[in-house]
């Protein structure tokens, strides 16, 4: 998927459809079976530094030209800069394909973080007199064990499958956007600050997530497809488990510290900053901790019946629509449609469209290329080939994100991962009427 630029829902197979389409696992019926040995997925991404950006902006004046690189740099950071970061780790040797079903373990980390537009306004532009400049952040870290039962199946032109997962919480950190805020002042003498940040965390946690696919057959060397990612799914922290007991976690004691004070399940963190009438001659004599006063507290996080909040987090959906070409048979195309549901935990809530080419001329070493455009800062160029020798499965893949080469890429992403089969290699058998 990495290196087809993620136009990947009527190409998926085997293991792999798990995630992206279940009822692809229909036409791996006339198959051998596929046992993954590990996959490993990592991903970093930004939505403004790049090697083009930083070195451009290296002595450019930003006020010449009508204040021309002030704005190149507001138009691309927009909503703010965001940092994103993703891991999908094949938990070793349990992950199996055969017939029409699948089973797949795999380990989940997502970081996803997010500054204001507002310290760039401030940084270029200082802040206008009794305005208040929102300089609000937010963040959030989740890491999880997914568990999956898929299985498909087939009707006389077209497939429809489903994934049942099992979401088992590992940690969750994330601020909290409705109670908190960050607002600086600036008067005729001096600026003030007033900033509460209400950070919720989870350790152990259990839900569930659904994922549901269509697929069509092959007709005149087209497929269509279409699948719901994680359409219903969400996951409920600080609930006792397993985890919480080997770390020693319960409503009275955390494993976490802040403040000095460990944070039981059922409690959260709180970070308040506030300054009043500091001026540049005070930044210049006195010391931060006189200037700036700093409180970090652990809180009950109650419900509005006052008790413990188990609170949910939205697990990241996507729709995802697709078709494929076998041109002839060594060369096949493939287009996809992409929209996330949110836009948040690295998922964009805008639409997303890719095309890919796989060039087979040499059946043991498939080559692929793909590419990723959505809008003028969200683009992705990817590349990559496997070696499919006898029962060794290998691919392996690499892109650049938000960018399309070295010099103007804000992010990049490698893949690879190591799978068995039959000593036959995975070819389709005949497909038994149906």
């Given at each position: 998927?990495?290196?087809?630029?993620?136009?990947?829902?009527?190409?998926?197979?085997?293991?792999?459809?798990?995630?992206?389409?279940?009822?692809?696992?229909?036409?791996?019926?006339?198959?051998?079976?596929?046992?993954?040995?590990?996959?490993?997925?990592?991903?970093?991404?930004?939505?403004?530094?790049?090697?083009?950006?930083?070195?451009?902006?290296?002595?450019?004046?930003?006020?010449?030209?009508?204040?021309?690189?002030?704005?190149?740099?507001?138009d691309q950071v927009r909503d703010g800069?965001?940092?994103?970061?993703?891991?999908?780790?094949?938990?070793?040797?349990?992950?199996?394909?055969?017939?029409?079903?699948?089973?797949?373990?795999?380990?989940?980390?997502?970081?996803?973080?997010?500054?204001?537009?507002?310290?760039?306004?401030?940084?270029?532009?200082?802040?206008?007199?009794?305005?208040?400049?929102?300089?609000?952040?937010?963040?959030?870290?989740?890491?999880?064990?997914?568990?999956?039962?898929?299985?498909?199946?087939?009707?006389?032109?077209?497939?429809?499958?489903v994934s049942l997962k099992?979401?088992?919480?590992?940690?969750?950190?994330?601020?909290?956007?409705?109670?908190?805020?960050?607002?600086?002042?600036?008067?005729?003498?001096?600026?003030?600050?007033?900033?509460?940040?209400?950070?919720?965390?989870?350790?152990?946690?259990?839900?569930?997530?659904?994922?549901?696919?269509?697929?069509?057959?092959?007709?005149?060397?087209?497929?269509?497809?279409?699948?719901?990612?994680?359409?219903?799914?969400?996951?409920?922290?600080?609930?006792?488990?397993?985890?919480?007991?080997?770390?020693?976690?319960?409503?009275?004691?955390?494993?976490?510290?802040?403040?000095?004070?460990?944070?039981?399940?059922?409690?959260?963190?709180?970070?308040?900053?506030?300054?009043?009438?500091?001026?540049?001659?005070?930044?210049?004599?006195?010391?931060?901790?006189?200037?700036?006063?700093?409180?970090?507290?652990?809180?009950?996080?109650?419900?509005?019946?006052?008790?413990?909040?188990?609170?949910?987090?939205?697990?990241?959906?996507?729709?995802?629509?697709?078709?494929?070409?076998?041109?002839?048979?060594?060369?096949?195309?493939?287009?996809?449609?992409?929209?996330?549901?949110?836009?948040?935990?690295?998922?964009?809530?805008?639409?997303?469209?890719?095309?890919?080419?796989?060039?087979?001329?040499?059946?043991?070493?498939?080559?692929?290329?793909?590419?990723?455009?959505?809008?003028?800062?969200?683009?992705?160029?990817?590349?990559?080939?496997?070696?499919?020798?006898?029962?060794?499965?290998?691919?392996?893949?690499?892109?650049?994100?938000?960018?399309?080469?070295?010099?103007?890429?804000?992010?990049?992403?490698?893949?690879?991962?190591?799978?068995?089969?039959?000593?036959?290699?995975?070819?389709?058998?005949?497909?038994?009427?149906?």
């Amino acid at each position: 998927m990495v290196a087809l630029g993620g136009a990947y829902t009527t190409q998926a197979d085997g293991i792999y459809a798990v995630g992206v389409n279940p009822a692809n696992l229909t036409y791996q019926h006339g198959k051998p079976f596929m046992w993954q040995i590990g996959t490993i997925n990592l991903g970093v991404v930004n939505n403004f530094f790049s090697l083009e950006n930083t070195m451009g902006l290296s002595g450019k004046n930003l006020e010449a030209e009508s204040q021309r690189g002030k704005y190149e740099i507001y138009d691309q950071v927009r909503d703010g800069l965001r940092f994103s970061q993703d891991l999908h780790l094949a938990l070793p040797a349990l992950n199996y394909a055969s017939g029409n079903m699948a089973i797949t373990n795999d380990l989940v980390t997502i970081n996803d973080i997010k500054m204001p537009f507002g310290i760039f306004k401030f940084i270029l532009d200082g802040n206008e007199i009794n305005e208040a400049l929102d300089l609000e952040y937010s963040r959030e870290q989740m890491g999880l064990l997914e568990h999956a039962f898929s299985f498909a199946v087939p009707t006389e032109k077209f497939s429809w499958g489903v994934s049942l997962k099992f979401l088992q919480g590992l940690y969750y950190m994330g601020t909290d956007p409705d109670s908190s805020y960050t607002f600086l002042t600036t008067d005729t003498t001096a600026f003030h600050l007033n900033a509460r940040y209400f950070m919720r965390h989870g350790i152990g946690g259990y839900g569930t997530a659904v994922d549901v696919g269509f697929a069509s057959k092959e007709i005149n060397g087209w497929r269509v497809g279409l699948s719901l990612i994680n359409a219903v799914g969400s996951i409920e922290w600080n609930q006792p488990s397993a985890l919480t007991d080997l770390l020693g976690v319960s409503d009275e004691t955390g494993y976490f510290k802040w403040g000095g004070q460990e944070v039981p399940r059922g409690y959260a963190m709180v970070h308040e900053i506030t300054a009043d009438s500091v001026t540049i001659d005070k930044l210049s004599k006195s010391e931060w901790k006189d200037l700036f006063k700093e409180r970090k507290a652990v809180v009950k996080d109650l419900d509005s019946d006052g008790n413990p909040r188990q609170f949910k987090v939205r697990y990241p959906g996507l729709l995802r629509m697709g078709v494929s070409k076998q041109i002839d048979p060594d060369i096949q195309i493939a287009g996809d449609l992409v929209a996330g549901f949110s836009n948040r935990l690295g998922v964009h809530q805008r639409w997303k469209i890719s095309a890919g080419l796989q060039f087979t001329r040499f059946k043991s070493i498939p080559m692929r290329i793909g590419y990723m455009y959505g809008g003028k800062y969200l683009k992705e160029l990817g590349f990559g080939a496997g070696l499919h020798a006898g029962p060794i499965i290998y691919d392996f893949a690499f892109s650049f994100r938000n960018g399309i080469w070295f010099h103007n890429m804000k992010g990049a992403s490698i893949s690879f991962g190591i799978a068995l089969t039959s000593l036959k290699s995975r070819k389709d058998k005949s497909v038994p009427s149906q």
